[in-house]
């Protein structure tokens, strides 16, 4: 099946830095993507979906500034997080949707992000 | 907006018997898709079974099937000869018109031997 790499795994920085996710998709190119954010024993919620060449779209409440998101390629999104406070710290999960509609989304494997 | 709810947290299944996960939906679109994933400890998002809207037929993957009632927009997964490593946060998921994917809150699935 379709891979999708999510880099890196884990990552800790201290409070006030930014820190990148990047997302790649592996062996096809998607010309959508999205970012979740998952607290412990908790769902996965759409922070902003990313399409290759325009700008996100952010969920409510998730402030666009704070959450940068580029998808400058159809094989790579990104995702930074701004002047990071210990309240980002969070998992983080990209997929990426091949093809078109009806087509399936393939998941990352989340990067745990802690803000010290 | 699409909300997707799963209204039981925690659910217990001998090895293997059958269980039953619950999944409601609600959506003014007509045509989208239902999924539903399957979150090891790893929190790998794995894809365990989809359903087209448009199609009355229930899917089914191997041990897994769904219940799909559109009308009640109703999505349970049954899980048949449950084995231990199906032990894991399931979640059950909407994707529509504009391919953003919603999930449910999750029900964590334990296998007892």
């Known amino acids: 099946g379709a891979v999708v790499s999510q880099h890196p795994s884990w990552v800790i920085c201290k409070s006030g830095t930014s820190v990148k996710i990047e997302c790649r998709s592996l062996?096809?190119?998607?010309?959508?993507m999205f970012w979740y954010r998952q607290f412990p024993k908790q769902s996965l919620m759409l922070m902003a979906t990313s399409n290759e060449g325009s700008k996100a779209t952010y969920e409510q409440g998730v402030e666009k500034d704070k959450f940068l998101i580029n998808h400058a390629s159809l094989t790579l999104s990104t995702l930074t997080v701004t002047s990071a406070h210990p309240e980002d710290s969070s998992f983080y999960i990209c997929?990426?949707?091949?093809?078109?509609?009806?087509?399936?989304?393939?998941f990352g494997q989340g990067t745990r992000l802690t803000v010290v | 907006a699409q909300t997707v709810t799963q209204s039981q947290p925690e659910m217990s299944v001998q090895e293997a018997e059958t269980v039953t996960l619950s999944c409601t939906y609600d959506?003014?679109?007509?045509?989208?898709?239902l999924f539903w994933y399957k979150q090891p400890p790893s929190r790998q998002m794995i894809l365990v079974i989809r359903q087209e809207a448009y199609k009355q037929q229930n899917a089914t993957e191997n041990r897994f099937s769904v219940n799909f009632q559109k009308a009640a927009k109703s999505f349970s997964l049954k899980i048949s000869d449950s084995q231990l490593g199906d032990a894991a946060m399931y979640f059950c998921?909407?994707?529509?018109?504009?391919?953003?994917?919603?999930f449910g809150a999750g029900t964590r699935l334990t296998v007892k031997p």
């Open positions: 998921a909407y994707r529509g018109l504009n391919n953003d994917m919603r």
């Open positions: 997929s990426a949707l091949r093809g078109g509609s009806g087509t399936e989304a393939f």
């Open positions: 959506t003014s679109e007509s045509d989208y898709y």
């Open positions: 062996d096809f190119q998607a010309t959508t």
